[in-house]
């Protein structure tokens, strides 16, 4: 049997945790440069915001409705996500973290899954503060479709026998099952397979012809037979990249140099976070791409490195030679992205006999700064090229503080 444990409307029940006020009413989390809605509560919902509709665009339903606005905060989100996390690693030693609000759970010979997944449902909301949905089924699809019809109930529903799944997938919409996808949707609908119920009822034949393999091991795990395992341990990384839209359009050299150097010098912390060194960086600017045709530019450049590093100094500064060779006069950029690939692990880093490798003097140097930012917050210590007005930053107008990760802004009681 398998459990998916999904964090309702997560990224309003992050904020709603340091500002209970906002319990029961409408809330709305904004993208970056606060730019169209990403989240909504079920009141928010509940007052006709759309997903993905521009902020813009809906200042009048806000004011109409008093809807509580919030920026996009992911640090605040992958403390809290990691904290649900490992308060449902207590239940099982077999778990796979989907995504940052949802996990699957292996809960193989346990009985009473029902009062099981309420003991979840509770511990989380306890522990953590952030309400919880867990779907119990036999295999990962029916498991989404168990945890999303318990959003409907207390929360918490099995789909342990055949007349349950049966129940459950009779109108349950054929476009919301996990893994089916737009294009597969609407070929099903087309054909009059509106429900879950009646993609399951297809032959077997015709699945695995009109919908590759993919199609038919979802086909049949909604008849119960478990095809996809576990993932108990993560992939390895092919690449990482950090990127950011401005909070305004910009020409300047100067400041593009600092965006560069900040994101680089933040791609440090991943690479050395996962122990993995970048053999290759890549470097590339976007202007608006909804701006007119001959306003638009996308330069970029990839530069091999002649040893895999991960230490910050390197990184910035084959991340600034990129930018130098790649600048256009007279563009507005609207973002710089720093990717790296070649990813390998640190202990398999090999140098090469015909170069001088000055990078263990770097790594000290980016250990100390992992060490102070780390003690006294993200920030506190960076790169002279990253700047200290950053006037490129993101349009966050609507930032709550950092509660969990930075002292200054930890919540006190009096």
């Known amino acids: 049997m398998f459990a998916l444990a999904d964090c309702n409307n997560f990224y309003a029940s992050c904020h709603r945790l340091f500002e209970p006020k906002y319990n029961g009413l409408p ?81 193989s010979g346990l009985e009473k899954l029902a009062d099981y997944g309420t003991a979840i449902k509770e511990t989380v909301m306890n522990n953590t503060g952030i309400p919880i949905s867990v779907g119990i089924a036999p295999t990962k699809v029916l498991a989404k479709v168990a945890n999303r019809t318990s959003k409907k109930f207390n929360g918490v529903m099995v789909l342990e026998t055949a007349a349950q799944i049966a129940d459950a997938l009779a109108d349950y919409p054929v476009e919301d099952l996990w893994g089916i996808g737009r294009q597969f949707s609407h070929k099903l609908i087309k054909g009059g397979i509106e429900t ?71 791609l440090g ?31 970029a450049i990839t530069i091999p490195l002649e040893h895999p590093v991960n230490n910050t100094v390197d990184l910035v ?14 563009y507005l950029f609207q973002k710089v992205e720093v990717t790296a690939t070649g990813l390998i ?36 210590l960076k790169m002279a090229g990253e700047g200290l007005k950053q006037q490129w930053t993101m349009k966050r107008q609507f930032l709550s503080p950092c509660y969990t990760t930075n002292w200054n802004d930890i919540i006190k009681v009096r």
């Open 27 to 107: 809330v709305v989390v904004l993208s970056n440069n606060d730019g169209c809605v990403i989240a909504r509560s079920n009141e928010a919902k509940a007052c006709g915001i759309k997903m993905g509709a521009p902020f813009f665009k809906i200042q009048e339903a806000i004011k109409e409705h008093n809807i509580a606005v919030f920026s996009s905060h992911y640090t605040l989100y992958g403390d809290i996500s990691a904290r649900v996390m490992t308060n449902l690693a207590r239940f099982t030693p077999e778990v796979e973290v989907y995504s940052i609000d949802e996990c699957f759970l292996g809960l």
């Open 196 to 266: 879950a119920a009646q993609f399951r009822n297809l032959p077997m034949d015709w699945v695995q012809s009109n919908m590759t393999v993919v199609g038919l091991r979802m086909w049949r795990e909604l008849w119960g037979e478990s095809c996809i395992p576990l993932k108990t341990i993560l992939d390895p990384k092919k690449g990482m990249c950090t990127s950011r839209a401005f909070g305004k359009l910009t020409t300047d050299y100067n400041q593009l140099k600092e965006a560069t150097s900040s994101y680089a010098a933040r």
């Open 269 to 299: 912390v991943k690479l050395r976070r996962e122990r993995l060194c970048a053999g290759v960086i890549s470097v590339r600017l976007l202007t608006n791409k909804f701006g007119p045709e001959a306003s638009q530019a996308y330069p």
């Open 317 to 330: 500064r084959v991340a600034l030679q990129g930018l130098k060779k790649i600048y256009l006069r007279g």
């Open 345 to 380: 692990p640190e202990q398999e880093v090999q140098l090469n006999i015909f170069s001088d490798f000055k990078g263990v003097k770097h790594d000290k140097v980016s250990k100390v700064l992992d060490r102070l930012n780390m003690h006294y917050g993200a920030g506190t």
